[in-house]
């Protein structure tokens, strides 16, 4: 496996898709319409990856010199990754010096797509124009292509280490390139689409290829199952996202954002309960594809697939677009900008399901010995923050206060931001753990099929102590962990500060029903506290808990790069952002008169501590400090309780954890064993019997039709079919009798074919 | 007779000369050598070149190959310039020859055909330069080999012969505007196919084939002419524009112009293989060898068209109303596409599958020409269907050949006789199992290929000819009012679905049964790569704008062909 360093001359492929961007600045494209280079590069790379993968199996250039395509899908993703930047740049760049009305949209329209000629009652055909193709870029747009792009290209670069140095994937790495590249190019263009048609294909292109992953190793029951679940899942919140998009079109004609956003209450004539149902249909897809509540069953299993999948799919991208359809929704409630009054219900019901998401998977979170199923519910429960974040900003847009609409909305686009790093970079960290585990264990017992089934390179029981081993892979998870949690100062807290304030400030203020996803959003951040820490912990801390650890060593490559590139974003990005104003330029493309700017630096910085620490609003205040006293103080201090704990003596680990390993040890331990057989941490371990009831629903509804469908296909329409078919063999048998192989019974067929003619002709004519 | 032709405006027919070249070079090339002439009571010898010891190259036996290959080439960049241009390259040659849009489109077809026949002639005839006569060494199996690579060689320069007159004769055919030169050409054609249909005379099929076909062809060419000369006797002149001409100032039907064009029906309805004149043809196209088979399914069937078109579009359809043909041609439209379907279902011979269904196209072309027939269709109408029949045929070289190639490169190990030849196709060429797959789907008319996009033209070119015809009060008022010609699109359209059980059952036999030679097929370079450009062409053509550069060529066809 340790293969020397010169594993990165496999690079070279990637200096071609590195020139492509200078070679089009050169030749003076424009930067927005390169964009249609972000969807292609992946697009091309999928069949080819596909078929030479086919073609070269099993060949050592193949295997070794593109890495069964790894390379190719990177070249790729560097292609889109290096235009995305560049259209950010221009961006920016272009946002100082365009004057303000035409620098904060940009919507590049390459033609048209599909069009119908519509008959109109007068009897006269007139065109129009429906579907187009372009690209729709704002400051939301440019977040999520920057997320996307850049996430994208670092899981690629973290898969050649993971999946390549596998056993099991031998020779079927390129199925998983191929899949990654035509799933990037689905998330690439939904984000970029312009009109909602396109951005539901897109949608649906990743929940195929979600599927497709999550099903890599499709001979394992467990995974085969789960891929069926998320796509079925999703599919349910899709069917919903669709009929969402025909009440759209029937309310306005087309599906173009251009369309739509530029008067979304139709000078008020707009019907405001179908707009609400429609927007709620949308919600609803989103809820499906985000994992919330009550569509969240399909995520903790989609863990199944290998685990770069978890990272780019089911943390980083993909259940983001969810987040995505609904900040698209603003337009519609921002009653400031031609928005329609009275949705202040559809904010709300975007609060709650936020809410009660968030606290339920950080309590499933507490039981969970998988590490990466942890993970997974913290996914949902932090992508639930979000989603509470938009529904107050939705509310606050529909009640009129477009100040504080526009700093949680920014805020909330903010915490997708340091969550997409974040977790990221947690699932590939948690990959690296997992490899390792897994090496050291197949090294340990060599071959022999010994505890090779009972054995599980996912249970944290199993690890401990690994802080010592593991010094890169162990401080990248702690920041991490960090910034999921909120500590003060790094990447999250700085985002999900602005949410639970905003929501109390709104439950406070205006409407005491936002009282509900505000308490629950302020209950998790300590959960959150509490199973993050927990699973550092378990993984990184204390004794070794089972053998296999003392044999694990971090040294597959590919896999410190992009830990190392997150861990520093994760830790400074929240900060450093926030310092720039990126939550009033989130904001903006709603809200173009804030973003007051102070003098220098210095003074920015003080601004902004002062706003997090020490808002005017005594409640905020009150609100902002218990937030950090919860996730700070209570939740790691009782995981460090229960799991926390020195390493074995003699074992020293990276200073940059070193410390944490040593308070985790200063707080004595706590048995909570009897609180684990507690009847309420079965339901949890039980994750709440969810499964288990959509289960019995699905068994009395659907499978009773599917079984009358599939008898109904089986017998009535097969066999027609088949009645057809050997009826027709029937005929074909007999009519070729004629065919003797007689010279003079084709002649004589030939005479009567003539007198046929003439009898024909002189009958009807003559 | 060089004083006649000096004025006529010969370089329009710069393809058939080049033919006429390559032939002329067919015959002498091979032939040259070191004879000398000793010019009596002195002791000079003049160099004769005929004859004698043959020259090193010339005793080649991949010349005659390779000499044919060059003349198709050369023919066929002469044919692709006047469609390039057509304007320059347009004008009567003569009285009875006239190049326009439509021949130089069909010259394309015919000699793109012969072209991609002589390229497949190279693996399915192989010349060996190296081949000896068997020793008392040889077993007798692989001395009966050498005897046949012996052969092979032998026959070299008659196979090529034969190819070049058939597309010399095609290429003229389609030119001519006078039925005396019409017939000559398509008999030049016809007597070399049939011919090259019993060109593997050791083998009993090919032999009993070329037989049956010459002589049931015989027996229609003998009707057509019959009917030609009851035209003559009508008219007393046989160009197509005097006949037209006559043909419209006929006072009610002359019994002798109608039983002409019937006679002459039954003759072309042989070439393009109509019910029930296609008995011969499935017994044909299994005894050919798969290249010729290929040449018939597509140039040869082309060739009747457009004998079809001139006497029944052009020559007998009044100024208005129904041609006292109609019924009868779809007739035979319905029981052609119904037979050919029928009999391709239970057979298991992938020649006979494809040959009937050839037939069955030919029955659907032939609905397309019975609308015509119906007398409903106006100029703009008529101008549709002929260019779907165009397109279609031009299409066909596409599928219908493509397929044919695939099946000849079976036949060198004998394999295309019987489904179970294409037994796990897939699995030992893939590529070439590929393209066969999408010839099947082409030829089946699924979309994106070029099948579905002819196959649509001709539906819509039906389905204009009846539109608006039928009270839409109830369905059942609609059916009994609608024109008939509407179920002749009803027709098609049924047969095609019956057609894509034996279509995939091919498909089916090449992907999912196993394999029973083993190792790769044999199949040279040049010929794969042809099948590969096929099959890529067969999508092209169907979407995108590819099919719109040939709809255009074709309808530049039709308006040309049309008065």
Known sequence: MAKSGNEYRLLMPLIPALLVVPALAIAEFDSVDAAFLIVLAPLVAFPIILISGQLKNGEKAWKEGLKEGGTLALSALLVSLTTALWIIVDYLRGAREISEEVGERVATTWGDWISFDVLLSDYTMSSERVIGVGVWVDSVTLMLLFVA??????????????????????????????????????????????????????????????YLLIGFYFWKESAAYAAKKAFLTTRVGDV??????????????????????????????????????????????????????????????????PTPVSALIHAATMVNAGLYLVARMVPFVDVGHHGVAGLEDLGLIVAYIGGITAFMAASIAFVQNDIKKVLAYSTMSQLAYIFTGLGVSLWFYNH???????????????????????????????????????????????????????????????????????????????????????????????????????????????EPLMLGPAVLVLLTAGMTGFYMSRMW????????????????????????????????????????????????????????????????????????????????????????????????VVGPIIAARVHGGSLRAGQSSNPMVSWLVWISGRFGSQDMSEMADSSLSEALRHRLYFDHYYEKALGMTAIPLASFAAWFDRNVIDGIVKQVESSSVLGSVQIRRATTGRARDYIMMTAVGMISIFALAWGVSG | MSSELAGMPTELLLPEIIMLVGLVALIIVPNLGDARFRIPLTSFRVPVLLGGSRFGIARDPRLPNWITIGTLLASLAAAQMGLLSPSDWSGEVGNALVVDEFSILLSNIFISVLFLCAIAATHRIPADPGAEAPTEDDDEESGARKTDAL???????????????????????????????????????????????????????????????????SVASAIGIYGMSLLYLWNGDLSVSGLSDSWRSMDGLDPLATAGVGMMLVAFGFKVGAAPFHLAIPDAYSGASSIVAGMLATASKAMGFVALF??????????????????????????????????????????????????????????????????????????????????????????????????????????????????????????????????????????????????????????????????????????????????????????????????????????????????????????????????????????????????????????????
């Open chain 1, 400 to 510: 009129g206060n477009a100040d504080a609409a526009a700093l949680v909305f920014g805020g909330s686009m903010f915490h997708l931001f340091n969550h997409a790093m974040a977790k990221g970079m947690l699932f590939m960290a948690s990959g690296s753990v997992i490899h390792e585990v897994h090496h050291a264990h197949d090294h340990l017992h060599h071959g022999s099929e010994h505890g090779h089934h009972d054995f599980d390179p996912q249970d944290m029981r199993n690890m401990g102590g690994l802080a010592s081993k593991m010094p890169v892979t162990s401080a990248a998870m702690m920041i991490g962990s960090m910034s999921i949690i909120g500590i003060p100062l790094i990447g999250g807290f700085w985002s999900k500060e602005a949410i639970v304030a905003k929501t109390w400030k709104a439950s406070l203020d205006y």
């Open chain 2, 151 to 217: 052969f092979d060689n032998r026959r070299q320069v008659d196979f090529h012969i034969l190819l070049l007159t058939t597309g010399l004769g095609m290429s003229l055919m389609a030119k001519s505007t006078h039925l005396f030169m019409l017939f000559v050409c398509m008999e030049l054609a016809s007597l070399s196919s049939y011919v090259l249909v019993g060109f593997h005379k050791e083998s009993v099929e090919g032999g009993e084939a070329g037989t049956k076909y010459f002589v049931v062809g």
């Open chain 1, 537 to 632: 912990f378990m993984t990184f801390a204390g004794e070794p808990k089972s053998e296999v650890v003392d044999h694990v060593h971090e040294e597959t490559p590919w896999i410190k790069e992009p830990l190392v590139i997150l861990s520093v974003i994760s830790a400074l990005g929240g900060f450093g952002l926030s310092v720039l104003g990126v939550v009033k330029w989130l904001a903006k493309p709603y809200k173009d008169d804030i973003g007051i700017q102070k003098e220098s630096v210095f003074d920015q910085v003080i601004y902004e501590l002062e706003h997090a620490f020490l808002p005017e609003d005594p409640n905020l205040r009150i609100v902002g400090w218990t937030t950090i006293f919860l996730s700070l």
């Open chain 2, 310 to 563: 001139k006497v029944m579009i052009i020559v007998s359809m009044p100024e208005s109303g129904e041609s006292f043909w109609f019924v009868a041609m779809a007739a035979i439209s319905l029981i052609t596409m119904t037979w050919g379907n029928l009999a391709a279902l239970s057979s298991d011979n992938p020649k006979r599958v494809l040959a009937y269904s050839s037939v069955a196209h030919a029955g659907y072309m032939l609905a397309a020409v019975a609308a015509i027939g119906s007398g409903l269709a106006g100029p703009e109408a008529k101008a549709l269907i002929v260019t779907a029949v165009l397109f279609h045929l031009s299409v066909l070289v596409v599928f219908k050949l493509g397929a044919f190639l695939v099946l000849s490169s079976l036949e060198t190990e004998g394999g295309s006789h019987r489904m179970q030849g294409l037994n796990g196709l897939a699995r030992r060429d893939p590529i070439l199992a590929g393209s066969m797959f999408v010839f099947m789907l082409s030829l089946a008319g699924v979309p994106p290929f070029s099948g579905f996009l002819s196959k649509l033209l001709m539906i819509n070119g039906i389905v204009t000819v009846s539109a608006g015809t039928g009270g839409a009060s109830s369905i059942v008022s609609w059916a009994t009012s609608v024109e008939p010609v509407f179920w002749l699109a009803v027709a098609v359209v049924l047969n095609s679905a019956l057609s894509l059980f034996y279509y995939l059952r091919m498909g089916l036999v090449m992907f999912f049964e196993e394999p029973e030679g083993e190792g790769d097929l044999i199949c040279n370079t040049p010929l794969r790569a042809f099948i590969i450009a096929l099959s890529a062409l067969s999508l092209a053509f169907g979407i995108g704008p590819g099919s719109e550069f040939l709809v255009d060529i074709a309808h530049g066809a039709a308006e040309a062909l049309l008065p």
């Open chain 1, 149 to 210: 792009t850049f996430l994208c290209f670092l899981i690629c670069w973290f898969s050649l280490g993971y999946m390549n140095t596998d056993p099991i994937n031998e020779n079927r790495n390129h199925r998983f390139y191929a899949e990654f590249v035509l799933f990037a190019m689905g998330m690439f263009g939904m984000v970029l689409a312009d009109n909602f048609l396109w951005l539901f294909i897109f949608w649906e292109i990743m929940g195929l290829c979600s």
């Open chain 1, 240 to 305: 919903f996202l669709m009929i969402g998009l025909l009440i759209l079109y029937d309310i306005y004609g087309s599906l173009e954002f251009s369309v739509i956003f530029e008067d979304p209450s139709l000078n008020g004539s707009v019907d405001t309960d179908k707009l609400f149902w429609a927007l709620l249909m949308l919600f609803v897809g989103a809820v499906g594809k985000s994992a919330q509540f009550p569509l969240h069953v399909w995520l903790p299993d989609a863990m199944e697939g």
